[in-house]
């Protein structure tokens, strides 16, 4: 037993102590936290992205040609999130829905 096995089992860790996934996950565990993932992230670009366009729209300055890119881009940030909750809702019927 090496030296690493040794100081392991002395400790007696389990992978879930310290937040890591449990061997003995199925698949449909693991691509649910995988879109739960992948929500939070298109949460977190959706605000950056809003901020983004309000920005834009704030310092076009009367500039016809800015003023229309930020709200190009708040339109596209609120439509994709419109989608990816859209898309979570049907995945998550269909997949309650299979048995």
Known sequence: MSKAQTFLAAI?????DIG????????GQIITNTIQFLMVVIGLLSVVFIIVAGIQIT???????????????????????VLAISAY????????NIK
Request: no cysteine.
């Open 12 to 16: 007696n860790l389990k992978p879930t």
């Open 89 to 96: 809702g049907i995945v998550a019927f269909v997949a309650s």
């Open 59 to 81: 310092t076009s300055g009367g500039d016809p040609t800015k003023y229309k890119r930020g709200r190009m881009t708040l339109l596209y940030a609120i439509t994709g999130v």
């Open 20 to 27: 890591l996934p449990n061997s003995t996950a199925n698949v």
